[in-house]
């Protein structure tokens, strides 16, 4: 059964960093796209940041563009996204998804049909 386990979200300072890790089980991450969305209260689910099977290339929403960073490891089957430089709006629940697709990946949400239960960051001082 195919699952995705997010960690890693807390609580930390504006200008501070944290890393998201998605762990996937029952399937080898590699060959799906992968997407980092994140929920705010009150707002829709938007893309962040994805990374497509195969060639690994990525993509990142304007306004997380040089702070986050997305990366893939593939021997431990896990997905990461390091934040730095967070801001106050940046707080929100993370979550990733799959898409099994061989194709560059998208930030559209509709797109992906597998997530994991979400990880809460909090960006406040």
């Known amino acids: 059964q195919l699952q995705l386990v997010e960690s890693g979200g807390g609580l930390v300072q504006p200008g501070g960093s944290l890393r998201l890790s998605c762990a996937a089980s029952g399937f080898t991450l590699r060959y799906y796209a992968i997407g980092w969305f994140r929920q705010a209260p009150g707002k829709e689910r938007e893309g962040v940041s994805c990374?497509?099977?195969?060639?690994?290339?990525?993509y990142y929403a304007d306004s997380v563009k040089g702070r986050f960073t997305i990366s893939r490891d593939d021997t431990k089957n896990t997905v990461y996204l390091q934040m730095n430089s967070l801001k106050p709006e940046d707080t929100a629940v993370y979550y990733c998804a799959a898409w099994a697709v061989q194709a560059m990946c998208v930030m559209s949400r509709y797109a992906y049909n597998s997530w994991g239960q979400g990880t809460q960051v909090t960006v406040s001082s």
């Open positions: 990374v497509s099977s195969g060639d690994g290339s990525t």
